[in-house]
């Protein structure tokens, strides 16, 4: 390692060094010499490439080695400055985020890998909206993420579940039965249609003073399960 170390020393564009450094570093299990390797070899190389290749190896190393979510945010940070739309870097700060309970800047990057997966984006939608409405409150910023997400995928389960449970809390009971109707007409699982059914004939009956059409859907119930109690 001491002899690499002096070629790179002094030759700080030396490849084959620097390649024979990470391998003895990582034969030897020493992943804080690693990382100060990367470091170190992040400033001699002169493509930004070559850097995004190696600060997304020591995020990599940060996050799943050496537990370090700090230093694995920095890395990938240092990422998105050379490439905005690096896929790797922004599921990682997603990740990480999430997992350190960032949630403006777990939706926001979100947000931002959605933009870019254009059609393939519906799951990023969906859970920028359940971060949204769970946990930072912000009721009409989660409607309009999920509602991104449905325009992709009108079939979409989860999204018109928490599109239903959103109206619920927001005591939005016409919007909460009309989710509940397209949930229903979107799900193949008979007791989910079930239930889902009878809660909207509840909404209608309770809430919306609808006694004729609440007993519309309770026939529907009826036609899947003839001996449900309504």
């Known amino acids: ?36 390797f990367y470091e170190r070899h992040i400033g001699a190389v002169s493509t930004p490439a070559e850097r995004i290749d190696l600060y997304v190896a020591l995020g990599r190393l940060h996050e799943h080695e050496r537990r370090d979510d700090e230093g694995a945010v920095d890395a990938y940070v240092n ?4 490439d905005g739309k690096h896929r790797e870097s922004l599921l990682a700060l997603s990740r990480l985020y999430k997992k350190n309970a960032s949630w403006d800047r777990a939706v926001a990057t979100l947000v931002r890998l959605a933009e870019i997966e254009g059609d393939q ?19 009409t910023s989660a409607e ?35 989710i509940m109707l397209e949930a229903e007409h979107h799900t193949q699982n008979r007791l989910e249609k079930i239930q889902l059914l009878c809660e909207a004939a509840r909404v209608r009956h309770d809430h919306l003073d609808q006694p004729e059409a609440a007993a519309d859907v309770y026939a529907q119930v009826l036609s899947l399960d003839p001996e449900h109690v309504v």
């Open 144 to 178: 309009e993420r999920l509602m991104k997400a449905l325009e992709l995928d009108p079939h979409h389960l989860p999204s018109l579940k928490a599109l239903i449970e959103l109206y619920k809390e927001r005591e939005d009971w016409g919007k909460a039965q009309k």
């Open 1 to 36: 390692i001491a002899y690499y170390e002096k070629v790179a020393d002094l030759e700080p564009t030396a490849a084959d060094a620097y390649r024979a450094l990470e391998r003895l570093h990582r034969k030897q299990g020493n992943v804080d010499a690693l990382a100060e």
């Open 121 to 139: 984006a519906v799951p990023l939608w969906f859970e920028a909206g359940e971060i949204l409405a769970k946990h930072l409150g912000e009721s």
């Open 79 to 82: 990422v998105l400055d050379l």
